[in-house]
């Protein structure tokens, strides 16, 4: 039986729901960490799809089993708010939460633009969004000041009961949105200066999650997995937050990936900086070191070997001792291996769901092994019966 052979942290034997707890932890990754519980699924689906129609029948046949699709918004041929208005209804009723992998790079203003506007505006619809940080920690604070402008325009009831309570401040408001654009890449004086403070009172007291503070004791089982000692947590989670968050790209899954460990490290000190919108990463392996780290890692880069073959789940590794490939530079892990092993929080699996024969039963066997992972990472190197 393997060990794991991740960095040792705290975070890495705590339970979602305890980690949903925390202090350092945003509404959103709380949401999500209990989510994950409610749903027993630490599994994200990448949805790389180029039609509408395949992108929610993919949702509505899979969304049981997952906790985050992660989709590629431009890539759709037809993209349009019919695409938006579906993904959101299915993201409701199924309970997962939408992750678009745009990986943002580029100076602040003009990430700011590919976030809020053009014919995607992501900011309307994405819980969750990814970033390079080579151009500089000014990405971070540009979509970060870009995501609490966006909630705030699509909640202007709020707006105006601020206003109520603050003479003056509509008016305030109003004058900025009037105003010549600034550039946000320096950190310099800014249009958005009032709108931002009417944001963050706005995110502060509005845009939490309602649910109470989660308890231990409570069932972290979904209904109808009785097999799984099934319970009601997910009958009884409510809609998540409305605030957004961001991952930051701290490593790849790609064969000869330029992403050194110093770049790594400075993702990780950006992410301090910005614990409120910044959940975590997209890495290959637990990133958390200082004891108030709570951060996500997704990990991409997971596949399982087909269900008839005799080859071992937890061996992803070819007869030269690799890991496997797709000939293209991407570099396959198991489930078991980037959970148990690495201490990764979520699967991303891609198409191996997709191009199975049947995704919904697939789906289901990857949620199950990364679950699975998951409970045996928190027993240490004991395996479930």
């Known amino acids: 039986m393997s060990s794991p052979t991740h960095s040792h942290h705290p975070t890495q034997q705590l339970s979602f729901l305890t980690r949903a707890a925390l202090p350092s932890t945003s509404s959103l990754a709380s949401y999500l960490f209990r989510l994950m519980t409610a749903k027993q699924s630490n599994l994200c689906l990448s949805a790389d799809v180029c039609s509408t129609a395949a992108l929610l029948r993919l949702a509505e046949t899979v969304g049981d089993s997952i906790c985050l699709l992660k989709t590629h918004a431009d890539i759709i041929d037809d993209f349009g708010p019919h695409t938006v208005q579906g993904l959101l209804e299915i993201g409701r009723r199924k309970k997962f939460l939408i992750f678009e992998d745009r990986k943002f790079g580029d100076i602040g203003s003009t990430v700011q633009k590919q976030y809020i506007a053009g014919p995607l505006r992501i900011a309307q619809w994405a819980s969750l969004i990814n970033a390079h940080i080579f151009p500089g920690p000014a990405i971070v604070r540009a979509l970060k000041c870009a995501a609490a402008d966006s909630i705030l325009c699509l909640h202007q009831s709020i707006q105006t009961e601020i206003s109520a309570a603050s003479p003056g401040a509509e008016e305030a408001v109003a004058a900025m949105d009037e105003a010549p654009e600034t550039d946000l890449v320096d950190g310099k004086a800014r249009r958005v200066s009032a709108r931002s403070i009417v944001a963050t009172v706005t995110i502060d007291m509005r845009l939490e999650s309602p649910a109470r503070p989660p308890r231990e004791e409570e069932s972290a089982r979904a209904p109808g997995r009785e097999e799984d000692g099934g319970g009601g947590a997910l009958d009884d989670l409510p809609g998540p937050p409305l605030g957004r968050g961001l991952l930051l790209l701290a490593e790849m899954s790609s064969e000869g990936s330029l992403m050194t460990s110093a770049y790594t490290e400075q993702c990780v000190a950006l992410a301090r900086e910005h614990r409120d919108f910044v959940l975590g990463f997209v890495a290959q392996r637990a990133l958390n070191s200082e004891p108030d780290d709570n951060f996500v890692v997704l990990t991409p880069g997971v596949s399982l070997p087909p269900p008839s073959s005799s080859a071992s789940s937890s061996s992803p590794q070819t007869e030269e001792g690799m890991a496997r490939g797709d000939g293209l530079g991407q570099q396959y892990r198991t ?51």
Do not use: T
């Open 335 to 385: 489930p078991r291996e980037v959970v148990f092993e690495r201490g990764c929080d979520v699967i991303i699996v891609g198409r191996g769901i997709l191009k199975a024969e049947d995704p919904v039963q697939e789906a289901e066997r990857y949620r199950k092994e990364g679950w699975s992972a998951y409970l045996d990472r928190l027993a240490g190197s004991r395996p479930r019966s």
